[in-house]
C-alpha cells in the first residue's frame, strides 16, 4: 500500500427529487445540477437509486439517466451511489455500465449496496433477509463481467468490452465489520451522510469503519474512502433553515415511525442525527474541521437529501461549496477529466 496522500475528489449526489408532480421538469432539473457541477470544477456527479418513489420523485433507472448527462458534459465524471445491487441481474447491470463508460470516454464510477425496503426486495421477487447473500454474489458476478471474463456459460462475455474497472467499483457498508468485507474483496468504500440505528454522532460512529477498511486493505493500489454529507450553504443560517428546515424535520419524523429515529424530535436533534452542514460557507467550513472522518478521506460527496431545496437555491448551494467550502478544504477545482485515480 502505497502512503502518499491521495488527491481529495469533490463530488455531488442527487435522489432526483422536486417540487410538485411534473417529474419531466424534476429530471430536467437534475440534469442541470450536472452541467452546472460540471462547470464549478467537480469532479463527480452521482445518483441515488430508488425504486419506490420518494416525495417529489425518485430515479429508479440511474444508467440511463447519467448516459443523458454523458452527453451533455464532457469531463465531469458519473456514479451511483448506490445501485441496489440484489435487485439488478449483474451481468445485464454491467452491460449498462459498460456502455455509458464507453460513451462518456471512460468517466463512470459505479458505487453499489443492498438497499433495505421490503417492499422494493418483494416488487422484483426477492427477499429482504437475503440481502447480504445476494449482495455479495451479484458483486462476486458484476467484478467478473467488468474485468471481461466468460459469465455463467462458456464463451459469454459482456460486449462493449469493459475498461479497466479494478478501481471504480465502491461499496455502502454500515459496519466495520462491512467495511472490512469491502477491503479485502477491493472495492473502494462509501460512507452514508448520517449513522442511522446510533446516537452518538455520525463521525463518532463512522471513523472506526473507516480505519478498520484501511487497515484490511491488502491490494497494491490506493485505498480510496467515499464520504457522503448532507452540505447546504447559503447567506445565513436562517436562509439556510427555510430551504431545509420543514424536509428535515418530516423526514426525521418518517424515520422514527420506522424506529430509526427516537419519536418527538425537535428541528436541532434532526438536523444533528442527519449529520448536517449548513448556514454561511464559514459556518460550514467551521463543521468540516471538526468532521473526524474527512482526515482520512479521498472524495467527499455533498448531497441536500432529505432536503428538496428549490432549484434555484440548489445551484446556489453548489456554488458556495465549490467556490468557498471546499477550497477552504483544501480541494483545487478540476480543469480536465481525470483518470479514477487522481
Avoid: C
Wanted: a neutral charge; proline letters at 6%.
Amino acid at each position: 500500500m502505497t502512503t502518499q496522500a491521495p488527491r481529495f475528489r469533490l463530488g455531488f449526489l442527487t435522489h432526483v427529487q422536486g417540487r410538485g408532480d411534473d417529474l419531466r421538469q424534476t429530471y430536467r432539473n437534475a440534469q442541470e445540477l450536472f452541467v452546472v457541477a460540471d462547470r464549478l470544477g467537480f469532479d463527480v456527479g452521482w445518483v441515488a437509486q430508488h425504486h419506490v418513489p420518494l416525495g417529489g420523485g425518485g430515479l429508479s433507472s440511474p444508467w440511463p439517466f447519467l448516459a443523458h448527462a454523458a452527453a451533455r458534459r464532457t469531463r465531469i465524471r458519473l456514479g451511483t451511489a448506490i445501485t441496489i445491487l440484489p435487485l439488478e441481474d449483474p451481468v445485464r447491470l454491467a452491460e449498462d455500465i459498460a456502455v455509458v463508460d464507453t460513451l462518456s470516454g471512460g468517466r463512470v464510477e459505479v458505487g453499489v449496496g443492498s438497499g433495505s425496503s421490503d417492499v422494493e426486495y418483494a416488487a422484483f421477487g426477492k427477499d429482504v433477509a437475503d440481502k447480504r447473500r445476494l449482495t455479495s454474489e451479484h458483486l462476486v458476478l458484476l467484478r467478473q463481467a467488468l474485468v471481461n471474463e466468460e459469465v455463467r456459460t462458456p464463451g459469454f462475455r459482456i460486449q462493449p468490452e469493459a475498461a479497466d474497472y479494478r478501481d471504480r467499483i465502491w461499496q455502502g457498508v454500515f459496519s466495520g465489520t462491512g467495511a472490512q468485507h469491502a477491503a479485502a474483496v477491493g472495492s473502494n468504500l462509501l460512507l452514508n451522510r448520517a449513522a442511522y440505528g446510533f446516537d452518538d454522532p455520525t463521525d463518532d460512529v463512522q471513523r472506526p469503519w473507516a480505519e478498520a477498511f484501511l487497515a484490511a486493505w491488502q491490494h497494491p493500489r490506493r485505498p480510496r474512502i467515499g464520504l457522503s454529507r448532507f452540505v447546504f450553504p447559503a447567506k445565513d443560517k436562517r436562509t439556510a433553515l427555510l430551504q431545509i428546515g420543514d424536509d428535515v424535520l418530516r423526514a426525521a419524523h418518517r424515520l422514527a415511525e420506522s424506529g430509526t429515529f427516537p419519536k418527538g424530535l425537535d428541528l436541532e436533534e434532526a438536523l444533528r442525527r442527519f449529520h448536517t452542514f449548513y448556514g454561511h460557507p464559514d459556518d460550514v467550513v467551521a463543521a468540516f474541521r471538526q468532521e473526524k472522518v474527512l482526515p482520512v478521506v479521498t472524495d467527499l460527496i455533498t448531497q441536500f437529501n432529505p432536503a428538496v431545496p428549490d432549484h434555484d437555491a440548489a445551484i446556489r448551494a453548489l456554488e458556495l461549496i465549490a467556490t468557498e467550502v471546499a477550497p477552504a478544504l483544501g480541494w483545487k477545482p478540476a480543469t480536465e477529466s481525470r483518470p479514477a485515480g487522481e
